[in-house]
């Protein structure tokens, strides 16, 4: 069900539809407000401008998380890799332990 949230961004109040819950939206509105502003407080440029501006920076943002996110799901995938490799092996240790286990046996009946 989709809700209705007016958030205010720069002294205007925008009505957003939105499937996200009401405090999620007034937390991105409150985060383009605060990067507007920081635009407009730091730069001699029009609402026009900072709005460009701003969502040039937020996509930068989000560019630089995505590929961060990106790097840490391949480390991720690497170190399951790795678990992957040394589960096998310790495996394959474990087997062998048995069989030499089998062969002490073996040897210690034969001797008996």
């Not at 391949?74 to 062998?96: H, N, P, V």
Request: charged share 30%; with cysteine.
């Amino acid at each position: 069900m989709a809700n209705r949230v007016v958030v205010n961004i720069c002294g205007e109040e925008l009505t957003f539809i939105a499937e996200e819950p009401s405090s999620y939206m007034q937390r991105v509105g409150a985060y383009v407000n605060d990067k507007m502003a920081e635009i407009l407080d730091s730069s001699k440029v029009g609402r026009t401008d900072a709005a460009v501006l701003t969502a040039v920076n937020i996509t930068d943002e989000l560019f630089k998380a995505q590929a961060e996110a990106d790097q840490l799901r391949g480390q991720i995938k690497g170190y399951l890799d790795e678990a992957g490799r040394a589960q096998s092996e310790a495996s394959e240790l474990k087997r062998e332990v048995f069989r030499l286990q089998q062969k002490l046996d073996a040897l210690s009946k034969n001797r008996g």
